[in-house]
Nanobody, 127 residues
């Protein structure tokens, strides 16, 4: 089992950049594919980014492609989401998620059905 704790959220102006982090507990972090999702009140949780357990493959929806970058440091048990050119519509509670990928190919990048979730970090973008 893995526990996930997000940090780094805050209030920024439109056009700014922000990096949020997710620290994972446990010794098997490198076995997990990791993802970021976001949610606003009254809406479904939305996929934002995912990265394979090796870090060699990533996936993004069109809404953030070219602006957001997911990365991971397996030595630090941490996954990051670098967000550039932020827009007011990026305002949301951002969640980190992990999926056991030990028995998957190394470039497996899931966009759904994650096993573990953090509590979220709020990102607010003002216009």
């Amino acid at each position: 089992q893995v526990q996930l704790v997000e940090s780094g959220g805050g209030l920024v102006q439109a056009g700014a950049s922000l990096r949020i982090s997710c620290a994972a507990s446990g010794r098997t972090f490198s076995s997990y594919a990791m993802g970021w999702f976001r949610q606003t009140p009254g809406k479904e949780r939305e996929f934002v980014a995912a990265i394979s357990r090796s870090g060699g493959s990533t996936d993004y929806p069109d809404s953030v492609k070219g602006r957001f970058t997911i990365s991971r440091d397996n030595a630090k048990n941490t996954v990051y989401l670098q967000m550039n050119s932020l827009k007011p519509e990026d305002t949301a509670l951002y969640y980190c998620a992990g999926k056991d990928a030990r028995y998957r190919v190394s470039d497996y990048v899931p966009t759904r059905n994650y096993d573990y979730w953090g509590q979220g970090t709020q990102v607010t973008v003002s216009s």
